[in-house]
């Protein structure tokens, strides 16, 4: 089987800028009413704490994301436009979904572009059924494809992003993380360059969320403490074993002693030994279900979706101990990196 790359990649400039308008206005149009819902019908944080007259977990939660923010401002020195001061009641029981997409026998991603976010390899949707529908046209084109729940994204500081109601169902600990993780983003972020923003992000959430429980020390930010702890033990084996699968399937796409069946087979079997391995460790992972993981499709974009999360540690890691573990300077460091391509930036990611 011969995939044909040039489909994939329009000749005409002017054929492709109409074509991206008729595909793009509608999208932006969906997603920019349903932005202006979410703002319209927000309400302050502090309003609604003090209108709910009996205790409830709606209460509590909204009041550690208030304690959370706080302590994001003053102690991980994150940018007050990351938001977290409204809350805003969806008639839905998820924020939204996200598509992405890789090419078949590439390890790279496909990319959208966006005024403000620039490229990125991800399109969001408040609507499952249109989510499912641009998840269809990519599968049609060939793609690796994935539609995932969408727990938070940020607006990097154009919007006070509020709470919105969906992630009141996460724990505790869940949401200090969240609130973290969105912030994060705007206070650092490098337009088209998702894999270094969200590595980023999710070392400052793991980082950040230490610190707030440290802070607390309480029998019950122990226990959030020793529960992370293990959490983050069961999550490096896999993250280990998606990285050894994910050059396993690089270094293949890249022989040209193969054809493209030959790649196929061989994508199947590397991905089917990880499924194989990962079943192996089951009974070292919490709240992992076997059945379930034996009928997963996997492809590309799950390892490759992982990986935009988790890249670059030790270059993390290390930056942050050089400046004394000091979140300002961090921050600041990390922003010196955007006179940087995202190829200088994404071979620093590398470990």
């Not at 202006?36 to 927000?42: G, S, V």
């Not at 991800?122 to 729940?149: C, P, S």
């Not at 991905?271 to 590309?300: C, M, Q, S, V």
Request: glycine share 4%; with cysteine; aromatic share 12%.
């Amino acid at each position: 089987m011969k995939i044909n790359m040039n489909k994939f990649s329009p000749k005409k400039p002017i054929l492709f800028f109409i074509l991206f308008l008729q595909n793009c206005i509608p999208y932006l149009y969906h997603v920019s009413t349903e932005q202006a819902k979410i703002i319209l019908n927000r309400k302050e944080i502090s309003q609604v704490v003090e209108s709910e007259k009996e205790e409830s977990l709606t209460k509590s939660k909204l009041r550690l994301i208030q304690t959370v923010r706080e302590f994001a401002l003053k102690e991980i020195h994150l940018n007050p436009k990351g938001g977290f001061e409204y809350f805003t009641n969806l008639d839905r029981e998820e924020v939204g979904w996200n598509v992405s997409a890789s090419y078949p026998l590439k390890f790279e991603s496909y990319t959208w572009w966006f005024p403000f976010a620039g490229t990125v390899p991800y399109k969001g949707y408040f609507d499952l059924a249109k989510a499912k529908d641009e998840e269809k046209n990519l599968i049609e084109k060939g793609f690796d494809t994935r539609v995932r729940i969408t727990a938070a994204y940020s607006t990097l500081g154009w919007f006070s992003d509020p709470v919105l109601s969906p992630q009141l169902r996460m724990t505790e600990d869940e949401l200090v993380s969240l609130v973290i993780h969105e912030m994060s983003h705007a206070t650092v972020y490098f337009p088209g360059d998702s894999n270094f923003n969200e590595s980023y992000a999710s070392f400052v959430e793991e980082e950040g969320t230490e610190i707030f429980y440290r802070a607390h020390n309480s029998d019950k930010a122990k226990e959030v403490l020793v529960k992370r702890k293990n959490a983050k033990l069961q999550s490096d084996i896999i993250i280990s074993k998606v990285k050894d699968t994910a050059f396993k399937l690089k270094a293949m796409y890249e022989r040209e002693d193969l054809t493209d069946v030959e790649k196929l087979e061989q994508k199947k079997e590397i991905i089917e030994a990880y499924r194989t391995e990962i079943l192996a460790n089951a009974d070292k992972f919490t709240n992992f279900n076997p059945e379930k993981f034996k009928k997963t499709h996997l492809n590309n974009e799950n390892f490759i979706g992982i990986l935009r999360y988790h890249s670059g540690s030790k270059l993390f890691q290390d930056k942050f101990k050089e400046v004394g573990r000091n979140f300002k300077k961090f921050h600041e460091e990390m922003e010196k990196l955007k006179s940087l391509s995202v190829e200088e930036r994404a071979e620093m990611l590398k470990e």
